[in-house]
């Protein structure tokens, strides 16, 4: 890590710009087998605690989807156990307008979402309430996840959407972000840009049917559609990564594999590092909750370690066990 900041001012040219700081980061999501957020089930401190063992070999940035139990526990072994990770810390929102383009069922009754805004609320004002606990581990919050892409099922408006950043600038100082798919930030986004202290861009070259020959130089262009569209702006990449295995739901199974993911994440940290953008790889650890019931269902399997916790293809260079000593 280059800095214990992520953000360094540039003032050389008279006038006051932002720049992210590169580091190894990845996105965190600590389920386990039996373990779901929907049910309310959540890993213990001591499960938390082994994953960030794992993930302080090599990673500075760890990025956290919501602000529930799951998050307050990750922030307490940080601050208890004396790791030097620093969080982005993200909102949960829920819909607050159906969405008919969504493939699945997102059409919701008033009363749903009006529940919703209210929840959005109280996830917001759990957001301020933790940056403003853990200042010294929090580095930048998000006011939400994908909630703006054409697809989601939990649809927030760009109004919204803005109104939470005020909200939270009136309560903290940390920089403000919004993390989404890379095509809003093109168009329907741009009202919420100048809101914003940074973007943080999506982008999945496997979802979208690309080989792996073309992978990065998709992921470049998604990258530099938005950066080079706000180039007052500073841009990170929040997710990037690899499904390591697939059903055919939205990805052929030929197309999803260890080896795969092992290729895309070397070309992807090797640009990243050169150029010096922050990207949180997707993700630290597979999650059994996720999609649909059927085992191979992608969405279950972009950990770059397996649900027991052991490496997969692309990190087994990294975390090879160690050899017992000769007798």
């Given at each position: 890590m280059e800095?214990?900041n992520?953000f360094?001012n540039d003032?050389?040219t008279?006038?006051?710009t932002?720049?992210l700081?590169?580091?190894n980061?990845i996105c965190?999501s600590?389920?386990?087998?039996?373990?779901?957020?929907g049910?309310?089930v959540y890993?213990?401190?001591?499960e938390?605690k082994e994953d960030?063992t794992?993930?302080?070999?090599?990673?500075s940035?760890?990025?956290?989807?919501d602000?529930?139990p799951?998050?307050?526990?990750?922030?307490?072994v940080?601050?208890?156990?004396a790791?030097?990770?620093k969080?982005?810390?993200?909102?949960d929102?829920?819909?607050?307008?159906s969405n008919p383009?969504?493939?699945?069922?997102?059409n919701f009754?008033?009363q749903i979402?009006?529940?919703n805004?209210?929840?959005?609320?109280a996830?917001?004002d759990?957001l301020?309430?933790l940056?403003?606990?853990?200042?010294?581990?929090i580095?930048?919050?998000?006011?939400?996840?994908?909630a703006?892409v054409e697809?989601t099922?939990?649809?927030v408006?760009?109004?919204?959407l803005?109104?939470y950043v005020?909200?939270?600038k009136n309560e903290?100082?940390?920089?403000?972000?919004?993390?989404?798919n890379?095509?809003?930030?093109t168009?329907?986004?741009?009202?919420?840009?100048a809101?914003?202290?940074?973007?943080?861009i999506h982008t999945?070259?496997?979802?979208?049917y690309q080989?792996i020959?073309?992978?990065?130089d998709y992921?470049?262009q998604?990258?530099?559609s938005?950066?080079?569209?706000?180039?007052?702006t500073?841009?990170c990449?929040?997710?990037?990564?690899w499904a390591?295995?697939?059903n055919g739901?939205?990805?052929?199974?030929?197309?999803?594999?260890q080896?795969?993911?092992?290729i895309?994440y070397?070309?992807l940290i090797?640009?990243t590092?050169?150029e010096?953008?922050?990207?949180?790889?997707f993700?630290a650890f597979?999650?059994?909750?996720?999609?649909s019931?059927h085992?191979l269902?992608?969405?279950?399997?972009?950990?770059l370690f397996n649900?027991?916790?052991?490496p997969k293809?692309v990190m087994?260079s990294l975390f090879q066990?160690?050899e017992?000593p000769?007798?």
């Amino acid at each position: 890590m280059e800095s214990s900041n992520m953000f360094n001012n540039d003032n050389t040219t008279g006038i006051t710009t932002m720049n992210l700081v590169h580091g190894n980061a990845i996105c965190y999501s600590g389920y386990r087998e039996g373990q779901n957020p929907g049910a309310g089930v959540y890993p213990s401190y001591e499960e938390i605690k082994e994953d960030l063992t794992i993930l302080a070999k090599n990673w500075s940035y760890l990025r956290l989807y919501d602000c529930g139990p799951h998050a307050e526990i990750v922030l307490d072994v940080i601050r208890n156990e004396a790791f030097s990770f620093k969080i982005m810390l993200g909102a949960d929102l829920g819909a607050e307008v159906s969405n008919p383009n969504c493939p699945w069922d997102a059409n919701f009754d008033a009363q749903i979402l009006q529940q919703n805004h209210v929840n959005n609320v109280a996830q917001i004002d759990k957001l301020i309430l933790l940056a403003k606990q853990y200042p010294d581990i929090i580095f930048s919050v998000s006011i939400g996840n994908e909630a703006s892409v054409e697809w989601t099922d939990h649809l927030v408006p760009v109004e919204s959407l803005i109104s939470y950043v005020r909200k939270i600038k009136n309560e903290i100082t940390l920089p403000v972000t919004f993390c989404e798919n890379y095509v809003p930030w093109t168009n329907k986004l741009a009202p919420l840009v100048a809101e914003l202290d940074f973007l943080s861009i999506h982008t999945y070259p496997v979802w979208e049917y690309q080989t792996i020959e073309s992978a990065l130089d998709y992921t470049k262009q998604n990258y530099y559609s938005v950066a080079n569209q706000y180039p007052d702006t500073p841009v990170c990449i929040t997710e990037a990564g690899w499904a390591c295995a697939s059903n055919g739901r939205g990805i052929e199974p030929w197309n999803a594999s260890q080896e795969l993911q092992a290729i895309y994440y070397e070309q992807l940290i090797e640009w990243t590092t050169q150029e010096k953008i922050l990207t949180f790889v997707f993700e630290a650890f597979d999650e059994q909750w996720k999609g649909s019931s059927h085992p191979l269902e992608p969405e279950k399997h972009w950990g770059l370690f397996n649900l027991d916790r052991t490496p997969k293809l692309v990190m087994q260079s990294l975390f090879q066990p160690q050899e017992e000593p000769a007798i």
